[in-house]
């Protein structure tokens, strides 16, 4: 599955549910934040990968989110 438009997440929540495979993409960091609290919402979660590609330095509140502990 991919969602272009990753605010908030829920694809990416009931892809991973369902066992499938998704792609989430969102230039948003408000929208990327969410998403990434939604997914730390299920158990047994595998890892996910979160790829920067604008070259630039996230903003601090998203860089709060993703360095938060599990």
Request: hydrophobic share 45%; glycine share 6%.
């Amino acid at each position: 599955m991919i969602d272009i438009f990753c605010w908030p997440g829920t694809l990416a929540l009931v892809s991973k549910r369902l066992d499938r495979k998704w792609i989430c993409i969102d230039n948003s960091p408000i929208a990327i934040g969410i998403a990434i609290k939604k997914l730390s919402t299920i158990v047994n979660r595998h890892p996910f990968i979160l790829v920067n590609a604008t070259g630039n330095p996230l903003p601090g509140k998203l860089k709060e989110v993703v360095q938060a502990p599990a």
